[in-house]
């Protein structure tokens, strides 16, 4: 079966680090995505895994642990703009057909 | 510049009737998706499509057809709606080539069945 995990909601603060963590289990695995989506608007692309290691992109980075079935999103200088929830989507291939998976998404609450 | 677009951005209806939610992306991408979103759930797949007159049953498509007959247009039709099927509805659309695969996504349709 196909099966995405991560945190419902975090808090943090202005100014500080957060690590959002994503497992998984799937039979087609091909590629991890986060996606960042505010409150009433639509889920906007923030980051790729399919190697193993850490992407980085300015004040974001994502891990991938293909053996262990993890990721993480690595949020650093925190600002209050970061309030949103963070989508963690599984590319699927199992079938013949490229599909993503999301997780429930995680609810980021950044306070002052 | 490209877009994806959806319409109507919010609709009321009443159980029982048939309503179709349009997608339509100038990006001049292959591949299209529907999903739904409920709190709890995150985002499940309905339909998707790889190309014209290609179509797929996603996780949750009970309920639900699409057609793709251009490369622009992949409308969504609930054939007899349900108030379950009360949810927000996001289309999407990827290019399908090279390695990301990243989806575009509309702005989202808040369907309110009565």
């Known amino acids: 079966g196909q099966n995405i995990d991560q945190p419902t909601e975090m808090t943090a603060t202005e100014g500080a680090i957060v690590q959002i963590n994503c497992t998984y289990q799937t039979s087609g695995f091909n590629g991890l995505f986060w996606y960042q989506q505010h409150a009433g608007e639509a889920p906007t692309f923030l980051s790729y895994?399919?190697?193993?290691g850490l992407e980085e992109k300015g004040r974001f980075s994502s891990f991938l642990s293909r053996s262990k079935g993890y990721s993480y999103l690595l949020l650093k200088e925190l600002q209050m703009k970061d309030s949103a929830s963070y989508l963690c989507?599984?590319?699927?291939?199992?079938?013949?057909?490229?599909?993503?998976?999301f997780g429930a998404g995680t609810r980021l609450a950044v306070h002052p | 510049d490209a877009e994806i677009t959806q319409s109507p951005r919010h609709k009321i209806t009443e159980t029982g009737r048939q309503v179709t939610l349009a997608c339509h992306q100038t990006w001049n991408h292959n591949n299209m998706f529907w999903y739904r979103q409920d709190l709890g759930h995150g985002l499940r797949l309905i339909h998707y499509s790889y190309g014209v007159h290609d179509t797929n049953k996603g996780e949750v498509s009970d309920g639900y057809s699409v057609s793709r007959s251009n490369t622009e247009d992949l409308p969504l039709t609930l054939e007899s709606a349900a108030s379950s099927q009360t949810s927000v509805y996001f289309c999407?659309?990827?290019?399908?080539?090279?390695?990301?695969?990243?989806?575009?996504f509309g702005p989202g349709t808040r369907l309110t069945v009565t």
């Open positions: 989507a599984v590319r699927d291939i199992s079938g013949g057909y490229n599909k993503l998976i």
């Open positions: 999407a659309s990827s290019d399908g080539q090279g390695s990301s695969y990243e989806q575009y």
């Open positions: 895994n399919v190697l193993d």
